[in-house]
């Protein structure tokens, strides 16, 4: 077996090898271009070049929906343990237990897995993260090593909640950190998706149901009642229609900590425009939420989609739909391959071709649905009750002694909650 130092030196080898390829690939290079143009991104300076093609390299695809690593690999013949690791590395928040000579021994905030970092630096370079720090990190298995790849941000051991929020932002983004290293939160991932699949059809008698994002919050609440065998009444006054379908660029996972609770279950009908969700039921993943799902069933049925081209070429290329989607699609309109290849601007022809081009993270039967891992975090739980216990004491300030206590106990302040002050 290779030694650290020689791991070391063969992923930095070839990264090196890829981004050439990335330079001097037509193709690519062209693609890269686009990306930059799609993006708004204006390069300055080597340092932000390096960074964005980094990043480009590691976790974006081409306009066709294939990854960037894929596309190497399938034209170089390169299926190596390197190539893999590479596609399979993730970033995530990891807490330092302890300082060690060549790296850190950390738990994984997600998966709560123990787990042995070896960063890719001299550990002279990092000597500003120390015990009980968290560090946001890209890290890479190889061999049964965990390389650090890169170190986005470091946080200071007294701002958990901080680490928090950034440790289900990346598990939503990427729901294999929620379980990585970890067999026993998957099977609980697993069991939670045949219940939720079982409910799901009891409750809807179908495998997805649409509404607009002014009710879906509602209709998750609603299903989630269902679920846990609460009595409620219809769910038929939650089903409400768009006047017009139309797609439109939003992203329920990019915003500040405040909101971010909120957009995380959904958070949908704070957005001032009104427009279709679906709450879809994958057997095998889980339950997902997307936004325009009827939009995109309509792309096959209908010339007058705003941005037609653009919805479809989302879901095909998104990770977060799910293969069931597209094969559903494939299924039940004629025309499925002609307004794919339009929208991509490919040649496919049966649908193992799409899925093998477009949907290559859902190769692992392991993935989980966003939905899946955020109902079975202990993580997420706990920031919930944390954002509770902070709108209490927030409410608290503004209670007069003699007033109800807020929490509802039916006391006066001063008799209850007031007492731990």
Same mark, same amino acid.
């Given at each position: 077996?290779?030694?650290v ?8 080898t070839?990264m090196?090898s890829?981004?050439d390829?990335? %330079?001097?690939d037509e193709?690519?290079?062209?693609? +890269? #271009?686009?990306y930059l143009e &799609? /993006? $708004?991104?204006e390069?300055?300076?080597e ?9 480009y390299m ?5 306009q ?6 894929e596309?190497y690999?399938?034209?170089?013949k390169?299926?190596?343990d390197?190539?893999? %690791?590479l ?6 928040v +990891? #807490?330092?237990d302890?300082v &060690? /000579? $060549?790296?850190?021994e950390?738990t994984?905030?997600?998966s709560?897995?123990k787990?042995t ?10 000597k ?5 720090d968290f560090i946001?990190a ?13 170190i986005?941000?470091i946080i200071?051991?007294y701002?958990?909640?901080? /680490?928090t929020?950034?440790?289900?932002r ?5 729901p294999k950190c929620?379980?990585y290293?970890n067999e026993?939160k998957h099977?609980i ?6 219940e939720?699949?079982?409910?799901f059809?009891?409750?809807f008698?179908?495998q ?12 998750i609440?609603?299903?989630n ?5 609460e009595?409620v009444?219809s769910?038929?006054h ?8 139309q ?9 500040d900590?405040a909101?971010?609770?909120?957009k995380?279950?959904g ?6 425009e ?6 879809w039921?994958?057997k095998?993943?889980?339950?997902y939420i997307i ?5 995109f ?6 010339e ?8 479809v ?8 739909i ?9 299924e039940n309109?004629n ?16 649908l193992?071709e ?7 993270a859902?190769l692992?039967?392991?993935?989980f649905?966003?939905v899946t891992?955020l109902?079975n ?10 954002n ?12 007069g ?8 106990s039916?006391?006066?302040?001063k008799n ?6």
């Amino acid at each position: 077996m290779a030694s650290v130092v020689e791991n070391v030196n063969l992923i930095s080898t070839t990264m090196e090898s890829i981004l050439d390829f990335i %330079a001097n690939d037509e193709t690519l290079s062209n693609d +890269f #271009k686009e990306y930059l143009e &799609l /993006s $708004n991104i204006e390069l300055e300076g080597e340092k932000q070049f390096n960074n964005v093609i980094i990043q480009y390299m590691l976790d974006m695809k081409m306009q066709n929906g294939l990854r960037v690593l894929e596309y190497y690999r399938r034209n170089n013949k390169t299926y190596d343990d390197i190539i893999d %690791a590479l596609l399979n590395s993730f970033c995530c928040v +990891f #807490k330092i237990d302890k300082v &060690l /000579s $060549n790296g850190y021994e950390a738990t994984c905030l997600t998966s709560e897995a123990k787990l042995t970092l070896i960063p890719m630096v001299k550990m002279c370079h990092l000597k500003q993260i120390g015990k009980n720090d968290f560090i946001l990190a890209r890290i890479l298995e190889l061999n049964k090593v965990q390389y650090i790849l890169e170190i986005h941000d470091i946080i200071s051991e007294y701002n958990v909640y901080k /680490s928090t929020v950034e440790a289900i932002r990346y598990m939503l983004q990427n729901p294999k950190c929620a379980y990585y290293k970890n067999e026993d939160k998957h099977k609980i991932l697993e069991k939670s998706v045949e219940e939720f699949r079982e409910k799901f059809n009891q409750c809807f008698k179908n495998q997805f149901i649409v509404t607009t994002n002014k009710c879906v919050d509602e209709l998750i609440e609603y299903f989630n009642k269902y679920r846990l065998g609460e009595l409620v009444g219809s769910y038929e006054h939650l089903i409400q229609k768009t006047q017009k379908n139309q797609y439109l660029k939003i992203d329920e996972f990019n915003c500040d900590d405040a909101t971010f609770m909120q957009k995380a279950v959904g958070g949908f009908s704070s957005h001032k425009e009104t427009y279709d969700v679906g709450l879809w039921m994958d057997k095998k993943r889980g339950l997902y939420i997307i936004p325009f799902l009827e939009t995109f069933f309509k792309c096959f049925s209908s010339e007058d989609i705003p941005m037609k081209n653009e919805c479809v070429k989302e879901f095909l290329t998104s990770d977060k739909i799910p293969p069931s989607v597209i094969k559903y699609a494939c299924e039940n309109y004629n025309n499925f391959f002609e307004v794919i290849n339009k929208a991509l601007k490919t040649k496919f022809t049966n649908l193992e071709e799409v899925l093998f081009n477009t949907k290559t993270a859902f190769l692992d039967e392991g993935i989980f649905s966003p939905v899946t891992v955020l109902f079975n975090s202990d993580l997420f739980s706990s920031l919930i009750d944390y954002n509770e216990v902070n709108e209490q004491k927030e409410e608290e300030k503004n209670v007069g002694r003699n007033e109800l206590c807020p929490c509802g106990s039916g006391l006066k302040y001063k008799n209850c909650c007031a007492k731990n002050i």
